[in-house]
């Protein structure tokens, strides 16, 4: 097939847990035009949760599949690809050497979206999508997103998310247990709605269930569900009244999926998928109380495809996580008691710092983790005065900030407690953080705002303050041993008078 006339043209490819499925699409002016979709049925996940493993056949049939793939692409003039799976892969024991055989065999690198990056990039559409619904301007929004691992939550206040938390529940664990108890219909319904509530039992910890009244999921099937709840979707969303949607969860929880699928007009693809989604959505309707539901389209092949082909995306995409993981880390640390005024200004100072010297770290961006180590460094509080730091950093590793992978969260909780054995970029990091808490020992916000000076060999912050500033000049002298010990550069804090300024 002749290359059509346009933009760029890409190609993702999606090894999914039942189906192996690619697009092919245009930037047309801005515009990603589908040019092609093909779809080979390809149940891997029943195999690795039966065998734990991924048979040969298996392997060598998905490349078979790849490799006609690639025909393809060759034929409409694909300029650039993406092959990824999610995490589901990686727990077959054989996943290095089913890799290895992969990229001999077809000559593709796989990539894998892990079950955090899978829910960033679906919340992403859905908040596009959302952006422009004027209704109930400033209200709070649930967002759902349901992965391969967990079912992903996030309370949307704005453009912002201000809390997100992973409950371990999925479509695959919802069809076993519907399996396990498919010979006894009565007890059906009364099991399921107890299975459902355990597995959503930790919205109540997260405050989820107080803070929204609408709920927003992401699904690849939403033609099929708005159909089913008899509403139609528009500009890319469909509002369901949440009636209806409980009303068609409690019908179908009576029947196994395949007769839901012929009730409905099911595909064999769709059914499965479709099925236990509705009731996990009614779940979450019936355990909210909101009263309008609204559904939108969800797709990691659609925001992949996005983010090759439209280049300003991916940078507005990173600005929404760095958003979104600022808003988490302010929510978490009001929870746990953080003095906010002392964090904001210290992130405040921080920042100046750390943006004023960008001669002192070129080529290094870690702004976000020096923010969020400032915004966070207090959490420990509650449990432990003496040790807070030490208790901080063990709650910073265990909270779910938007983007920050372990490795992310441990160096965030590293920059803020004291140890010698840390890496060059962990003491630089916390060599700005010592610098902007000593500014704001007494926690009172004496000093509005700094002004910085750097000549390179002399860093000079400059506050006006009539008062008594002591403790925070004794604390910026010792905290500045690291900094000069660090960069070579040695801080002085000078303070003028409001008559002198």
């Given amino acids: 097939m002749p290359k059509k006339k346009g933009g760029k043209i890409a190609a993702v490819i999606e090894i999914g847990s039942d189906m192996v499925t690619m697009l092919i699409a245009q930037n047309q002016g801005g ?40 025909q393809e692409m060759t034929a409409f003039g694909v300029e650039q690809y993406k092959l990824f799976s999610t995490d589901f892969l990686r727990s077959a024991e054989n996943f290095p050497f ?47 997103v349901i992965g391969n691992e967990s079912l992903g939550l996030a309370l949307q206040s704005g453009k912002r998310q201000r809390l ?15 399996e396990k108890i498919a010979a006894d219909m009565e007890a059906a319904a009364p099991v399921m709605n107890e299975y459902l509530e355990d597995g959503l039992d930790g919205m109540d910890s997260y405050g989820f269930r107080k803070s929204v009244k609408t709920l927003v999921f992401a699904d690849a099937s939403l033609a099929e569900i708005s159909r089913m709840c008899g509403v139609e979707i528009q500009d890319g969303r469909c509002i369901i009244p949440a009636e209806k949607l409980m009303s068609l969860g409690r019908e179908i929880m009576e029947m196994l999926p395949e007769e839901a699928g012929k009730a409905y007009g099911l595909s064999l693809k769709q059914e499965r998928a479709v099925y236990a989604s509705i009731l996990i959505y009614q779940k979450l309707t019936e355990l909210t109380g909101v009263s309008v539901v609204i559904g939108v389209y969800g797709s990691l092949l659609g925001s992949l495809l996005e983010q090759i082909l439209l280049k300003p995306e991916r940078k507005e995409y990173d600005q929404y996580m760095q958003e979104n993981a600022l808003g988490c880390a302010r929510t978490l640390a009001k929870r746990h008691g953080c003095p906010m005024e002392h964090a904001e200004k210290v992130a405040d100072f921080a920042e100046k710092l750390y ?35 030490r208790c901080s950093a063990s709650l910073i590793e265990s909270f779910n900030l938007p983007g920050m992978s372990a490795s992310d ?49 002399r860093l000079t912050v ?40």
């Fill in 164 to 178: 997100r938390q992973n409950l371990p529940i999925t479509i695959f664990d919802v069809l076993q247990m519907r």
């Fill in 98 to 144: 089913f890799l290895s055989q992969l990229t001999g065999r077809s000559g593709m690198l796989l990539s894998i979206i892990d079950d955090q990056e899978e829910k960033a990039l679906l919340y992403w559409q859905m908040q596009k999508t959302m952006a422009s619904f004027d209704r109930d301007k400033g209200d709070k929004y649930l967002y759902a």
């Fill in 462 to 501: 400059t506050t006006v303050y009539d008062g008594n500033l002591y403790l925070e000049k004794k604390a910026f002298d010792e905290a500045g041993k690291l900094f000069y010990e660090v960069f070579g550069v040695q801080p002085v804090l000078h303070v003028k008078t409001a008559l002198l300024k």
């Fill in 31 to 70: 515009n990603i035009i589908e040019l092609d979709r093909l779809e080979c049925f390809f149940d891997l996940e029943k195999e690795i949760a039966t065998t734990g493993r991924i048979g040969q056949p298996s392997i060598l049939e998905l490349c078979r599949i790849l490799n006609g793939f690639q």
């Fill in 409 to 457: 969260r441990h160096m965030i909780a590293e920059i803020q407690q004291t140890g010698e054995d840390r890496s060059l970029r962990v003491q630089q990091l916390r060599s700005y953080f010592l610098l902007a808490d000593a500014l704001d020992l007494c926690k009172k916000q004496k000093l509005s705002d700094i002004s910085i000076r750097f000549d390179g060999d």
């Fill in 355 to 389: 943006v004023k010297t960008g001669k002192l770290h070129p080529g290094a961006d870690d702004l976000l983790y020096l923010k969020l180590a400032c915004l966070l460094h207090n959490c420990g509080y509650f449990s432990d005065i003496e040790h807070h730091a």
